[in-house]
């Protein structure tokens, strides 16, 4: 499985920015597809994932910011982030969880700075 993330950038407080990650390869219908980001010398957090079933689950510093959905059609989630934040500076990455195996996609950098 391999996971193609997109969509990074510079943005302005207040900004808006939509992050992508396609699936390919062995993928399953039933999975756990999700984002989660890193600053340097901090541990990897969860941002949002997004079960198979339509379930989700947030990050409490971004519920009501950042909304994740995805076309299951296309192995592919979305991650739609508002009112971006300084604190939201951090390089993203896609996961997917299936038959007990995480796969990492590369990351993606989001920078929010005036």
């Known amino acids: 499985v391999q996971l193609q993330a997109s969509g990074g950038g510079l943005v302005q407080p207040g900004e808006s920015l939509r992050l992508s990650c396609a699936a390919s390869?062995?993928?399953?219908?039933?999975?756990?597809m999700g984002w989660y980001r890193q600053v340097p010398g901090k541990q990897r957090e969860l941002v949002a994932i997004?079960?198979?079933?339509?379930?989700?689950n947030y990050a409490d510093s971004v519920k009501g910011r950042f909304t994740i959905s995805r076309a299951n059609a296309k192995n592919t989630v979305y991650l739609q982030m508002n009112n971006l934040k300084p604190e939201d500076t951090a390089n993203y990455y896609c996961?997917?969880?299936?038959?007990?195996?995480?796969?990492w996609g590369q990351g993606t950098q989001v920078t929010v700075s005036s």
């Open positions: 996961n997917l969880v299936q038959r007990a195996t995480s796969y």
């Open positions: 390869g062995s993928v399953v219908s039933i999975n756990v």
């Open positions: 997004s079960t198979s079933y339509g379930t989700t």
